[in-house]
């Protein structure tokens, strides 16, 4: 028995330990049940570990259940991202184009309103700070979103120094030396550290170095959170700071699944059933990228080489989302000999290069080689021609489609990523359309079905992506079959679809469940809920219709025979 050694409440020897967390001895049963009413608030399913490769990280403390609540938490700091567009520091909401209000009081800090002044988010401490500061200098945060929020963690910081959240912030990762003088230290310099200091707002013992440590802190620890939607339903990204949560690894296939709801309060379930001593990971990245871009973002961002499954398998788990097809045999798929690379980064993307260039990839058929530069060079156009590529038109995205298709296989992430947009637009032509063709809503069936195996790998158990797949995916196939019913067109086959659907759809409302009510994709699955219900009352409906049809049937086939018969003995006489 190893936590804590000595019983939580008689300090006797450690027989049972929480069957809970497994984190806190007892000395038997009884104490256990006794320690319960005082445990049970801090009882939790993780626990923290170190080790040198991941720092502190969490770690499942028992067998958790797919769908089981690991971690519900408030965050510490919301606020602008980097490279935010100018916004309220109150209300999150973007200013209308060529506005600039500010607070009434400090006359500094961007806020729409009054209501927003009242709000509690732009601080009377921060409110007083920045009106002295304003008093002797032309200070302005309208076109700088990037210093907002490291002035707010300085201020908490000075104010509350013994703060328990705050001394924690303090002990998060901030790869401070990885950083120095590197891109991202110098703009943090310009932009944060050199304004506060011009503007008299760091004191005598805040030095540079801590303010790039606070930035360093933000950067690698803070998580993209949706702002609440403006009027026209626009939702802003931000970023915040949640202590707990931020101490989950990263892994390229997450175990867990990550809400956000419009108090930014953070809620993450198990995504697949962890077992106890498993580490609970989090995927920084996105699940739908490559592994280049994977690690590009993760050396760049986060400071460190991913090695997880994903990224060590050249094929990334079958999936084949960065191969690409073979021009020599038609037939295999090239793939990187060495996906993981071979040195360590040290400072942006110059040294990424180098490591890309240092490897070849190969089809793993012919075995026919190609250097790694051609490789990057044709995603690269291919991300271009992407970019490019008016979305809303289905004729020249389905043509960039198929152009794609003779370089890339199909569940290359280029490829998927067009599919995807491709799903948008028919789910818009098809909202449109009274009346779509049966072309058009079996294109997005099909657009749909390419896409879920790659998600069941790489975003196995619940996942967002995969419940709006699914429920895209079942629409059309709902709405052609309803069509072929209100026909009077009754078969096996319709009844076979329907019940197909209905299995999507319920799939769709598992995932979508764990959504915050108010987001676009919780909203999705109330809406899910309703077309299931009425769903299952359209199967009923062509099941009764069918079996009335065939008891018709039979009640014919019956009438026949006698006929038949009756002919038949006609016949015979004759
Ligand atoms: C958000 S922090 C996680 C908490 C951090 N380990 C700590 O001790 O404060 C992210 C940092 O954790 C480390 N990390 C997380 N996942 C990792 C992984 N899969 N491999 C290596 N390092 C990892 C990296 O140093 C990364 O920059």
Redesign the pocket.
Known sequence: MVPGDRCAVCEGTVSVLCSQCGTVGYCGPEHRKDHWPEHKTLCTPYCIQ?SE?????LVASRDIKAGELILKEKPLVVGPRVDSAPICVACYQPFPLHQQPRCSVCLVAPVCGVHCERNGRHTSTECNILKEAAKKYSLTLSDNSQIVLPLRCLLQLRNSPTDPNWVSFL???S?VEKRRDTLIWRDHQLNVVDVLRENGLLTSVEDADFVQKICGILD??SFEVRGPPSKSGQTEKLRGIYLRA??????CVANTHLAVDDDFEMSIHASVPITRGHPI?FN?TSAMQGTWNRQMH?REG???????RRCSDPTELGTHMSSLRCVRCYKGFIISTNPIGTLTPKQGSQQVEAVSAGTYWECNKCKHRYHSNLIRTTVSQARCLLDGVDRSDIRATEYLLRRLLRTFPPQHFVILELKQTLVAAYRDTILRDPNPTRKILNRKTELCRDMLPVLQVVEPGISRLRGIALYELQDPIVTLALREMQAGDFSQDLLKRLKEAEGYLREAVTQLLYEPTHSAEGQLGRVAMQDLQRLRYSIQRAEIMMAENGRDHRGLSTAKSEISKKRGGRKRKT
Request: aromatic share 18%.
């Open positions: 170190r490769k991941l720092g502190r990280y002990e998060m990762e790869h690698v620890n931020s101490l989950m690894a990263h892994d990971y920084y993760l986060k400071y460190f080489d991913c090695t997880c």
